[in-house]
């Protein structure tokens, strides 16, 4: 097994069982007996991110030497290809915390440029301003769609954005 889909993936079966056991504190149905109830589509999804997330813990056969496989290669982009989803989960962490402290476009701003950062290969000063320029457009049409037209109230945070 892959180091680098096993550890992922169980700790969102981990944050998926805990995320399912709150959904029997979810009101129960009131209006007809057809009613499904609150907690339907939500148990829904998490079992199939359950589901998705056991199938990619599931190994896949390769045409490769088992014998390579079984050497540790500790090569830096190994240990940073290991090391990126934890920097994600992170980050969506680090999201949820200071939401309401930094606001909605400061927040999903920084956080659409560290994922993107995370996710690109070689880094460089343009690459860096390009995704600046789209995680700006992006937040702004956000806030423009949020705000506008679905009267959404969005967190201000310090800077009053």
């Known amino acids: ?23 029997f504190h ?7 007996s057809h009613d499904v109830g609150t907690a339907f589509w939500p148990r829904i999804l998490i ?3 359950i589901i998705s997330s ?5 190994p896949k056969k390769r045409k490769e030497n088992p014998e390579k496989d079984s050497k540790i290669e500790l090569s830096f982009a190994r240990i940073l290809n290991f090391i990126k989803p934890l920097i994600g989960i992170m980050s969506f962490l680090g999201f949820v915390v ?20 995370i996710m690109h290969q070689g880094m460089n000063l343009k690459k860096l ?16 769609l949020f705000k506008s037209l679905l009267n959404v109230g969005l967190p201000r945070g310090v800077f009053f954005f």
């Open 98 to 117: 200071l939401f309401n402290t930094l606001g909605f476009v400061i927040s999903v701003f920084l956080l659409f440029v560290i994922l993107s950062v």
């Open 1 to 23: 097994m892959r180091l680098n889909n096993v550890i992922p993936s169980t700790v969102i079966i981990l944050f998926s069982i805990v995320f399912f056991i709150e959904t």
């Open 26 to 32: 979810f009101p129960e149905k009131t209006s007809s």
């Open 47 to 49: 079992i199939l991110i």
């Open 54 to 58: 056991i199938i990619l813990m599931i």
């Open 129 to 144: 301003s390009i995704i600046s320029i789209q995680a700006l457009i992006t937040v702004s049409i956000a806030y423009f």
